[in-house]
């Protein structure tokens, strides 16, 4: 079965930079878009990054210059790199197998958190 496993939350300051993984398994990876979504409390879900099986990549305005999203096909391994964190960036981020640009979800992971301050 379909499983995506994230890590790499935490707890950092402003002007911080941490790493998202979010290894995939029960699929062939390669083949599929895959996402980073994040949740702050009291405000809906949202997309902020997206890559194509072809590489092609989509980011949220407000993250643009500042994150950076990569995949590993070798690894199953979906990346978020985030630099200059801000303390509107704090949400729990969620890896997901998308379709339809970032319109539908197939799967979630289960989130891991990030908190600037």
């Known amino acids: 079965h379909v499983q995506l496993v994230e890590s790499g939350g935490g707890s950092v300051q402003a002007g911080g930079s941490l790493r998202l993984s979010c290894v995939a398994s029960?699929?062939?990876?390669?083949?599929?878009?895959m996402a980073w979504f994040r949740q702050a409390p009291g405000k809906e879900r949202e997309g902020v990054a997206a890559i194509d099986s072809d590489d092609k990549i989509r980011l949220t305005d407000s993250v643009k210059g500042r994150f950076t999203i990569s995949r590993d096909n070798a690894k199953n391994t979906l990346y978020l790199q985030l630099n200059s964190l801000k303390s509107e960036d704090t949400a729990m981020y969620y890896c997901?197998?998308?379709?339809?640009?970032?319109?539908?979800?197939?799967?979630w992971g289960q989130g891991t958190q990030v908190t600037v301050s």
């Open positions: 029960g699929y062939t990876y390669s083949r599929y878009c």
């Open positions: 997901a197998r998308v379709f339809g640009g970032t319109k539908y979800v197939s799967y």
